[in-house]
């Protein structure tokens, strides 16, 4: 799997990875409370691995030695931690929570990669397959056009015998790749190597820095972390609206951090928290009504952080049955285009033969 193969050549490249980053967030975990305890972990730990990692660790320690408090300094060293881990440490912090945060966080990392792996489609592999064969049929195409369509033209002018339709239609689709080989193969194959870079692109940013590419229009997106948030601050008796804050502070702009802004005005207004995430779209109403009924019978926390897991195993679920579809079909395709191009091949031996036993 792709997914597999990349974790493992970030971990041999020392880039941060869920292994390194599980690790990291059990340290941390382990030294609340010991500050002393924590800073010599960190020292440890960086001395064991190898840069940029060990930088990056290094950086962390001193920015704690400072006396600033750990979200700050996980936010002075970027990409070291996903930032929807970095949002939960702030609110661990805020709550007094911050080591059950942590502990969850690593185990929540921990299970990213196996999820992502169950999902069984791997893009990156399947672009690539698709790019093997489109070369691979330029390369035929291009033979075909240059060697055998005049051979063919010429036997077949020879016995006075029509070209099948199919053969026709495949020399008429390769006299236009030849006519306008340089308007037609460039941006195709630049487009499909585009896509390719892009997964590679995207694949990497997931797994080093737990971002998913244009998640910041996307409002839906960040809601199971949020309500992951959120159910911590109404078990400590924290202000949502201070959540919601850290949280829209945190985003990058876009779409999303403009809708969590709107959610966190309206429950500063006095709205309900869960009234104003279906006003803003960020809920639908079977889960608003979820919400409404676990708030009515005093545990809206339990409510909040079990729909934050539905909600993450519908998606991935859904994940599992597109891939179950897109892979196949696109394989299929590239099927019917080979079926296309030898039956355009062999249909006219086949009608010449033919021909020749029903002669006179």
């Not at 990409?79 to 881990?85: C, G, K, N």
Request: charged share 15%; with cysteine; proline share 4%.
């Amino acid at each position: 799997m792709t997914s597999t193969y990349l974790q493992t050549t970030l971990f041999f490249m020392n880039r941060p990875e869920p292994i390194r980053q599980t690790s990291l967030l059990m340290l941390l975990a382990a030294g609340i409370g010991n500050s002393a305890a924590m800073i010599d972990g960190l020292r440890t730990l960086a001395n064991s691995s190898k840069s940029p990692w060990s930088d990056r660790i290094h950086s962390l320690r001193a920015l704690l030695e400072q006396g600033l408090p750990l979200s700050a300094a996980l936010a002075g060293n970027p990409d070291m931690l996903p930032e929807q881990t970095v949002q939960a440490i702030r609110v661990g912090e805020m709550t007094g929570t911050l080591r059950d945060v942590l502990t969850e966080e690593a185990g929540r990392l921990s299970k990213s990669g196996d999820e992502h792996s169950s999902i069984g489609f791997d893009f990156i592999g399947t672009m690539l397959y698709v790019n093997a064969v489109a070369v691979v049929l330029i390369v035929i195409l291009s033979f075909i056009t240059i060697n055998q369509v005049p051979k063919l033209k010429k036997i077949f002018e020879d016995f006075d015998t029509e070209l099948p339709g199919t053969t026709q239609s495949l020399i008429f689709a390769t006299d236009f790749a030849v006519d306008y080989a340089l308007l037609v193969f460039p941006p195709i194959l630049a487009i499909m190597a585009g896509l390719t870079l892009f997964a590679l692109w995207a694949t990497y940013q997931k797994v080093s820095a737990g971002r998913v590419v244009f998640s910041e229009h996307w409002g839906r997106f960040w809601i199971p972390d949020v309500l992951r948030l959120l159910s911590i601050s109404v078990a400590t008796g924290y202000p949502l609206s201070e959540t919601l804050h850290i949280v829209q502070r945190d985003m990058r702009p876009g779409l999303a951090a403009r809708s969590y802004s709107a959610l966190r005005s309206a429950v500063e207004g006095g709205t309900d928290c869960v009234s104003a995430m279906l006003q803003c779209g960020l809920l639908k109403s079977r889960e608003a009504n979820f919400l409404h009924a676990s708030q009515r019978n005093g545990h809206l926390d339990w409510g909040l952080s079990h729909l934050a897991r539905h909600i993450e195993r519908r998606r991935l679920v859904w994940f599992q049955h597109f891939s179950a579809v897109l892979q196949p079909a696109m394989i299929l395709l590239m099927g019917f285009i080979v079926l296309y191009v030898v039956t355009g091949l062999f249909l006219p031996m086949i009608k010449l033969q033919a021909g020749l036993l029903s002669g006179p």
